[in-house]
């Protein structure tokens, strides 16, 4: 089991990548059961998007997540993101991403809880 819930909580980026789609009007949704977690996703440059992830016990996760652009695209690629718990008990998500669709290259995101 991960020390680290994600149940319920609602997500932002913060900082993004200049070669990613997520950007300032994308939101998560995240769920968890056991070390498994799935999350939903839309807004900004993405239509709709899904991602399923496994978290290890300090609540690291590995991910892979597929959506679908505004242009229609389909893109897919792989995330290991690492928690931080902020002062206010918040979470922040620290993303190394890559691409396994279009150009194949990686990036770098953080992503917030928000309440």
Same mark, same amino acid.
């Given at each position: $089991? ?5 149940? #319920? ?7 993004? +990548?200049?070669? #990613? @789609?997520? #950007? ?9 059961? #056991? ?11 993405? %239509?709709?998007?899904?991602?399923? +992830?496994?978290? =290890?016990?300090? !609540?690291?996760?590995? $991910? ?6 505004? +242009?229609? %695209? *389909? $893109?897919? !690629?792989?995330?290991? =993101?690492?928690? @931080?718990?902020?002062?206010? !008990?918040? *979470?922040? *998500? ?10 194949? =290259?990686?990036?770098? =995101?953080?992503? @917030? %809880?928000?309440?």
């Amino acid at each position: $089991m991960s020390r680290v819930d994600y149940d #319920g909580r609602t997500f932002r980026p913060v900082e993004t +990548a200049a070669n #990613g @789609e997520v #950007g300032d009007g994308t939101v998560f949704h995240y769920r968890q059961r #056991g070390a498994v977690v799935w999350a939903s996703y839309h807004g900004g440059h993405v %239509e709709r998007g899904t991602l399923v +992830a496994t978290a =290890s016990a300090e !609540g690291a996760l590995d $991910m892979r997540y597929a959506h679908v652009n505004r +242009a229609g %695209e *389909l $893109m897919t !690629g792989t995330c290991q =993101s690492t928690p @931080e718990v902020l002062p206010d !008990g918040r *979470l922040r *998500l620290h993303e190394r991403w890559q691409w396994t669709s279009g150009d194949q =290259s990686a990036g770098t =995101s953080v992503i @917030e %809880e928000v309440r």
